[in-house]
């Protein structure tokens, strides 16, 4: 019964090589975010969604982007990832004025080689 | 703008023992404040939340948090530990109604010692 799937749980990319994480959920929720988890740190909103509508952090690199197809599916880019770029990524779903409570996925663990 | 403060990096209990960890948060309005659990290489389990009513929460696993406005602390406690909480916690704060839009305390790292 996983509410908010991220694939895969471990990805490893190349310096320089474009890759792509993928989330879904089934939870019909309009609301999904992105948070990258750096080792030792807390998480931290990279972007999200409210419906279609795009919303950037103000501090978040031009190197990091993201597609929302449908409710159900959101994507995260990283265009060109740097050794910087090893983190956890960590996909979240809400209901805007619905339960207050955030669902996450179980993350994926970028590892840049 | 929202922050967050887990004063303790690291804690260290035995089992069976009682525990609390600490929460301070900076909010203008009435916060959504939220503990969330996370296990080396997992996502995030949320543990309890507070947005209004009864400043006493309870969550899962036995834990349980306390809002208090005055002091500007949402502190997470459970009466005995158990091996299986061993975990890091963190203390998070949501700007407004965008629910999953949080901002993080540092964590708190628990240890617990048989």
């Known amino acids: 019964d996983a509410m908010v799937i991220q694939n895969p749980r471990y990805q490893v990319t190349q310096f320089g090589k474009p890759v792509t994480l993928s989330c879904s959920q089934t939870l019909n929720h309009n609301v999904m975010y992105w948070y990258q988890q750096k080792s030792s740190q807390a998480p931290k909103l990279l972007f999200h969604y409210y ?19 449908n ?3 959101c994507f995260l880019d990283i265009r060109s990832p740097g050794l910087g770029d090893a983190a956890m990524y960590l996909c979240a779903t809400s209901r805007q004025g619905g339960f207050p409570e955030a669902f996450f996925g179980q993350g994926t663990r970028l590892t840049v080689v | ?12 209990v035995s089992e069976g023992a009682s525990l609390e960890l600490r929460c301070n948060y900076s909010y203008g309005a009435t916060p959504y404040l939220f503990w969330y659990v996370q296990s080396p290489g997992q996502g995030l389990q949320l543990l ?16 349980e948090a306390e809002f208090k ?9 459970k009466p005995s530990v158990h ?9 998070a704060v ?21």
């Open chain 2, 83 to 91: 091996w299986s909480d061993a975990a890091e916690y963190f203390c």
């Open chain 2, 1 to 12: 703008a929202q922050s967050v403060t887990q004063p303790d990096i690291h804690i260290t």
């Open chain 2, 94 to 114: 949501a700007g407004g109604t965008s629910y999953g839009k949080l901002t993080f305390g540092q964590g708190t790292i628990l240890t617990v010692h048989p």
């Open chain 2, 48 to 63: 309890l939340k507070y947005f209004s009513g009864d400043t006493l929460v309870q969550g899962i696993k036995g834990f």
């Open chain 2, 69 to 77: 406005r005055s002091q500007s602390s949402f502190n997470l406690r």
């Open chain 1, 71 to 73: 409710t159900s599916f």
């Open chain 1, 51 to 69: 419906d279609k509508d795009f919303n950037n952090e103000a501090d978040t690199p031009d190197n990091f982007q993201s597609r929302r197809p």
